[in-house]
Nanobody, 127 residues
Framework: QLQLVESGGGSVQAGGSLRLSCVAS????????MAWFRQAPGKEREGVAA????????YYDDSVKGRFTISHDKNKKTLYLQMSRLTAEDTAMYYC????????????????????WGQGTQVTVSS
C-alpha cells in the first residue's frame, strides 16, 4: 500500500504564494499517477492537477491553469504543488492522491480514479 502525507498548508493573503508537499511511503514503485484535489466546505472534492510519473505529462483544472504547477521528485518520492496568485476561491482542504493504475488522460482529475489519499492540508486565503 501507499501512505501519503501532505504538508505546507497555511494562511496566506490574496495574491500570495504557497508550496504544498506530499511525501509517499510504502510500496511506491508501481505508482504511475499522482494528483492534487481540494474540497471546500459544502462542496464536492475537485481535481486540481495531476501528473503521470513516468512521462511527466501534467493536467490542470481550468481554474488553476497558469497559476499552479504540479511536479514530482522521484528520488525524494515527493509530490509538489506550487501555488501562485492565490485568491479566496482557492481556500480549501488540499489532498494528495495516487494510484498504481494510471487513469486515462480524460479522467486524470476525477477523484473516483484514485484509491490512495493523504489526510489533507488546509489552505486559507484571506482577501
Amino acid at each position: 500500500q501507499l501512505q501519503l502525507v501532505e504538508s505546507g498548508g497555511g494562511s496566506v493573503q490574496a495574491g500570495g504564494s504557497l508550496r504544498l508537499s506530499c511525501v509517499a511511503s510504502g510500496n511506491t514503485d508501481g505508482s504511475n499517477c499522482m494528483a492534487w484535489f481540494r474540497q471546500a466546505p459544502g462542496k464536492e472534492r475537485e481535481g486540481v492537477a495531476a501528473i503521470y510519473i513516468g512521462g511527466g505529462t501534467t493536467y490542470y483544472d481550468d481554474s488553476v491553469k497558469g497559476r499552479f504547477t504540479i511536479s514530482h521528485d522521484k528520488n525524494k518520492k515527493t509530490l509538489y504543488l506550487q501555488m501562485s496568485r492565490l485568491t479566496a476561491e482557492d481556500t480549501a482542504m488540499y489532498y494528495c492522491a495516487a494510484d498504481y493504475l494510471p487513469p486515462p488522460p480524460p479522467v486524470a482529475l476525477s477523484k473516483d480514479e484514485y484509491n490512495y489519499w493523504g489526510q489533507g492540508t488546509q489552505v486559507t486565503v484571506s482577501s
